[in-house]
């Protein structure tokens, strides 16, 4: 089925900004715990910026990119990216309520997922991909990517995850 209506478009431009002249947005409701914080981190010293701070021109307040640019001023950042948009009060309420909570929505392949995670295992090891390691392994049992999985297969590898970590020391007494 076609679309018949055109998307608007609310980019209205892009810069690079003083992270510290940048609005936080007292209404974003997210918070950032030390784990995230320290991953984000590894993936900027690492690979740098590959996403730029969202910021609502109307308003002067940032719609995304909170974390980045906390991160930015701690570092000593002199300039971060960023992209402008033109949003009523509504929009931007609406962006960040949802904006986040879509893109959880997102199912994985595991597949695609493992796949990527055995190549970065075969590569050269640096602070990235060693945070990539914890982050797979940490994520092993997230039910977003156990969806992914056949129950038969769920269910042998709990079972001979619980085996390999089970001790007489573990257990509780």
């Not at 995304?64 to 990216?81: F, S, W």
């Not at 893109?103 to 796949?115: C, H, L, N, P």
């Amino acid at each position: 089925m076609a679309n018949s209506k055109i998307w608007d478009n609310r980019i209205v431009g892009y810069d690079n900004l003083d992270p510290r002249v940048i609005k936080a947005n007292e209404s974003n409701w997210k918070r950032h715990p030390p784990k995230q914080r320290e991953k984000m981190l590894v993936m900027l010293n690492t690979i740098g910026w590959v996403q730029d701070v969202i910021i609502n021109k109307t308003s002067g307040k940032m719609v995304d990119g909170h974390l980045r640019v906390d991160l930015a001023i701690q570092a000593g950042e002199a300039t971060v990216p960023v992209k402008y948009v033109e949003l009523t009060e509504d929009q931007e309420i609406s962006i960040l309520t949802m904006m986040d909570t879509i893109t959880s929505m997102a199912v994985v392949d595991f597949e695609k997922y493992t796949a990527l995670v055995i190549k970065t295992e075969a590569e050269e090891e640096t602070p990235l991909k060693q945070l990539m390691k914890k982050f797979s392994r940490a994520n092993r049992w997230n039910p977003i990517i156990v969806s992914g999985l056949s129950s038969s297969y769920r269910k042998s590898c709990v079972t001979k995850e619980r085996r390999s970590s089970f001790s007489p020391s573990s257990s509780s007494a």
